[in-house]
């Protein structure tokens, strides 16, 4: 299993990595973005169009200190394996070369 697919696959099954991963992605929206809830520029990072209102509003629920209910994680686990190339950026290179020899045992 290649890294990439390996963090695809821990966004669409673990809620630890989904809701932090959320999080990241929330801080790359613009602060304009970030105060309508919304995706209004076509950046490449962040969250896309379809996504930036409900997967903004749970990085605010989690800014709160609240948890995501079991429905809101199972609409994130299946919205975020597509951020997965986004999400690798976010891993420091030697927490990627650990998850490679992971991987690979």
């Not at 932090?20 to 520029?41: D, F, N, P």
């Not at 490449?44 to 609240?66: E, T």
Request: some cysteine; charged content about 20%.
């Amino acid at each position: 299993m290649e890294l990439i697919e390996y963090v695809k696959n821990k966004l669409a099954t673990d809620s630890n990595w989904a809701s932090r991963a959320i999080l990241k992605l929330y801080e790359c929206q613009t602060a304009a973005e970030q105060s309508v809830g919304t995706t209004t520029e076509n950046n490449g990072i962040g969250f896309n169009g379809l996504d930036g209102v409900i997967l903004s509003s749970f990085a605010q629920q989690l800014l709160k200190g609240r948890t995501l209910t079991a429905k809101q994680l199972a609409i994130a686990h299946k919205k975020l394996p597509k951020y997965g190339k986004q999400v690798m950026n976010f891993i420091p290179p030697e927490k990627q070369a650990e998850l490679e020899v992971k991987i690979q045992s």
